[in-house]
């Protein structure tokens, strides 16, 4: 597992605010016009991301700009305190013990497998909730969460809070604005490094400083552009925390695929973040 615990820009797991569990509110309808560029139809030709083999490389994505590694499943048992303020920072997609996610994760697994061996710290989970704190989760807390990570039920739950918490909203959206695959995937990126809280830099309102500059297909602005809007707009909020200063998730892994025209995500993909090379076939 390559994940830099040292560097605050490798460290790019941790950025969520509190979450909101809701994906944010579906565009209402919206007279179609007809924009003339070939990317209007990117959504109705594209797979979608939440097709199988899509979701795939979508978790790959992730986990080289989360993790360094294209190893996305190795993640469950991760975890570790990066100094960001957001106490524990665990599994394959940054649950945070400051930000509530890990709690409502805890709560899943014991809720379906009472008496595992992360119950006993649902109490202290929901007393440092909002703060940095280990208090009550020291000195056993990683080594019974890595422990709990040799569980099916365990990655089960990991999996199913990934995707009711970040991966179906993130998806949603993107159809509802009628995005590509591509654009799919940078609303999921986005939701798991900010969360879709109501700060300036959350997910909702990164897409709605994007709204006030282009306008998605569904409202029948073009792809392309919008896109471009819309990761401008990311880079802005990345910027506004030094451990995402470095925005190169975006400069040179999604934007080199919309700058290809590849909306709809298909491989091969090759692209670097942090200046390593990754390559899917």
């Keep these: ?20 569990a809701a994906a944010a509110a579906s565009l209402a309808a ?18 979608p991301l939440d097709d199988a083999a899509k979701k ?3 978790m790959k994505l992730v986990s080289s700009a989360e993790n360094s590694s294209l190893d ?18 665990a599994g394959i997609i940054g649950f945070c013990s400051g930000t509530g996610d890990m709690l409502d994760l805890v709560q899943l ?6 008496g595992n061996v992360l119950a006993k710290y649902l109490p202290a989970l929901r007393s440092v909730n909002g703060t940095d704190s280990h208090d009550g989760l020291d000195p ?45 995937f940078a609303y999921y990126d986005a939701i798991v490094m900010h969360g879709d809280g109501d700060d300036p ?11 006030n500059k282009a306008k998605p297909p569904a409202q029948g602005g073009d ?20 451990a995402h200063s470095d925005t190169s998730r975006v400069d040179t892994e999604q934007r080199v695929f919309l700058r290809n025209g590849n909306l709809c995500l298909n491989t091969p993909l090759n692209w670097k973040v942090y200046g390593d090379s990754y390559h899917i076939g």
């Design 1 to 20: 597992m390559t994940h830099h615990s040292g560097d605050p820009v490798r460290s790019t797991r941790l950025a969520r605010r509190t979450v909101l």
């Design 30 to 47: 919206v007279p179609l016009l007809r924009p003339s560029h070939a990317s209007a139809s990117a959504a109705a030709a594209c797979t």
């Design 56 to 58: 795939e490389i979508a």
């Design 72 to 89: 996305w499943k190795a993640q469950y048992k991760y975890i570790e305190d990066i100094g960001d303020g957001r106490g524990y920072t």
């Design 109 to 114: 697994y014991t809720d379906r497998k009472p």
């Design 140 to 184: 056993n807390f990683p080594r019974d969460w890595a422990k709990a990570a040799q569980d099916s039920a365990f990655q089960q739950a990991q999996n199913d809070e990934r995707d009711r918490v970040y991966f179906n909203p993130a998806v949603s959206q993107g159809k509802s604005d009628r995005l590509g695959t591509l654009g799919q």
């Design 201 to 211: 830099t959350s997910f909702r309102n990164i897409r709605k400083r994007a709204l």
């Design 223 to 242: 792809e392309t552009t919008y896109l471009n809007a819309f990761l401008d707009a990311r880079v802005w909020a990345m910027k506004q925390e030094e």
